[in-house]
T-cell receptor
Framework: DTGVSQDPRHKITKRGQNVTFRCDPI?????LYWYRQTLGQGPEFLTY????????KSRLLSDRFSAERPKGSFSTLEIQRTEQGDSAMYLC???????????????FGQGTRLTVV | KQEVTQIPAALSVPEGENLVLNCSFT??????LQWFRQDPGKGLTSLLL?????REQTSGRLNASLDKSSGRSTLYIAASQPGDSATYLC????????????FGAGTILRVKS
């Protein structure tokens, strides 16, 4: 296992189109997170899964965004009717829950750079 | 609401210099603090994780300290090299929202040869 992988690395789409990103976490990690990062800022939390259950969603995640993690393995993040404001780097991370709210070190993928034109 | 601030926003140093990056957070109730490195257009690489019960962690030329009561962490880089040039991000895992990381905006480091 070489770490967290994301696909595609880059995506250019026209406004109004739908896009889907994929994340494959480290295999033994039960937690998977999605973050969004805009230029000059740190990543902002979007949503996270523990196994296949989506347990928390940020208010940043409008109803045009949906995420899934079927069978607790890979995850997809879909954005419907993309807007120019959706242009950002979308980062996926995974970690292992230690119980009591604590996690191991979070490992990030290389991200998907979305440009909406 | 937890907020993380990193100072300075940018730093330029000559090769070989020792340097300190600062991170502060507003709520001391955290599970851990993690330092990351990010190269332009790339994802995040984890550098060091400090659990709330720990005071510091070391990895090679990097040393990170945590003072939870004062809401501060520092990342010390010894004998800096041009390859250290990157953005360094600090993130905390708040107990109130223990299942995510809250990030600072980062410090952009440039090490000149």
């Amino acid at each position: 296992d070489t770490g967290v992988s994301q696909d595609p690395r880059h995506k250019i789409t026209k406004r109004g189109q739908n896009v889907t990103f994929r994340c494959d976490p480290i295999s033994e990690h039960n937690r998977l997170y999605w973050y969004r990062q805009t230029l000059g800022q740190g990543p902002e939390f979007l949503t996270y899964f523990q196994n296949e259950a989506q347990l928390e969603k940020s208010r940043l995640l409008s109803d045009r965004f949906s995420a899934e993690r079927p069978k607790g393995s890979f995850s997809t993040l879909e954005i419907q009717r993309t807007e120019q404001g959706d242009s950002a780097m979308y980062l996926c991370a995974s970690s292992l829950s230690l119980g009591g709210g604590m996690n191991t070190e979070a490992f990030f993928g290389q991200g998907t750079r979305l440009t909406v034109v | 609401k937890q907020e993380v601030t990193q100072i300075p926003a940018a730093l330029s140093v000559p090769e070989g210099e020792n340097l300190v990056l600062n991170c502060s957070f507003t709520d001391s109730a955290i599970y851990n603090l993690q330092w990351f490195r990010q190269d332009p257009g790339k994802g995040l690489t984890s550098l060091l994780l400090i659990q709330s019960s720990q005071r510091e962690q070391t990895s090679g030329r990097l040393n990170a300290s945590l003072d939870k009561s004062s809401g501060r962490s520092t990342l010390y880089i010894a004998a800096s090299q041009p390859g250290d040039s990157a953005t360094y991000l600090c993130a905390v895992s708040p107990m109130e929202y223990g299942n995510k990381l809250v990030f600072g905006a980062g410090t952009i480091l440039r090490v000149k040869s």
